[in-house]
């Protein structure tokens, strides 16, 4: 009888025994799914934010492309057909001959020649302005109501309020608040700055119309800018330098 109970004794310990192993191993094999969970969610969470990220460099690449694209077909429909400005005395980004500046014996300049091509259809008049913007946009020459004819002006535009094609000049800025400063008027003056290079930008206006502006003193840069911001159907520039 003694050695059953020993028996059974045993038997109970070892059950016992395995009862507690198999519930260390279920905790375990828990705990070991908890992390696995775990490192799973936390990696699905590095996948998610390495694919937004993924997602917004793709779509800022694709925008750059996709402006440079539009950009780069626009600069070649430029090229072939667009409103343009040029000069035989200078290209753009060049320097200006000092025969078209202050430093011209007749102190003024003489204005360049300059052409332009591919103006819209429909322009009943052209407009130019030359101003230097690092000289709080110093107007230089304001000429306007141009026949849509004309293709260019000649150098040496003469030195009159009104011209026999019924172009007008109006007054830069040696003109305002008075009268011209000598030995300048109400026409072309040529760039003069008392140092360093400035830059000098012609603008060219096609218009729908000609411009219901006086000649001479009497149409400064304001009244100009207002009516060519009114009328304008395209604009070109043409930016060239000078400095002492």
């Not at 260019?152 to 003469?158: F, H, I």
């Not at 060219?204 to 219901?212: G, H, P, Q, T």
């Not at 006086?214 to 400064?220: P, Y």
Request: aromatic share 8%; hydrophobic share 30%.
């Amino acid at each position: 009888m003694k050695n059953i109970i020993m028996i059974l004794s045993f038997t109970l310990v070892i059950v016992i025994s395995l009862s507690f192993n198999n519930c260390g191993k279920k905790e375990n094999d828990v705990k070991t799914d908890k992390t696995s969970i775990t490192t799973a969610m936390e990696k699905e969470t590095d996948i998610i934010n390495e694919t937004n990220v993924n997602k917004a460099n793709n779509t800022e690449t694709n925008d750059i492309k996709v402006k440079y694209t539009i950009d780069s077909n626009v600069e070649d429909s430029e090229k072939e057909d667009e409103f343009k400005l040029t000069s035989t005395a200078f290209k753009e980004g060049e320097m200006i001959p000092k025969v078209y500046t202050c430093d011209n014996p007749d102190k003024i300049g003489i204005s360049p020649p300059l052409s332009w091509e591919n103006a819209p259809s429909d322009t009943k008049s052209f407009a130019i302005i030359c101003i230097d913007p690092d000289a709080m946009d110093f107007a230089h020459w304001i000429i306007f109501n141009i026949p849509p004819t004309e293709k260019g002006l000649a150098e040496n535009v003469p030195r009159k309020d009104k011209i026999d094609n019924g172009t007008k000049q109006g007054a830069n800025s040696w003109c305002e608040g008075g009268p011209c400063q000598e030995p300048y008027g109400a026409f072309y003056g040529g760039p003069c700055p008392p140092s360093g290079i400035h830059k000098y930008i012609f603008t060219i206006y096609a218009l729908d119309s000609m411009l219901d502006l006086q000649e001479g003193v009497k149409t400064d840069m304001t009244k100009f800018l207002d009516a060519t911001a009114e009328h304008s159907l395209e604009v070109a520039n043409l930016t060239g330098k000078y400095g002492k």
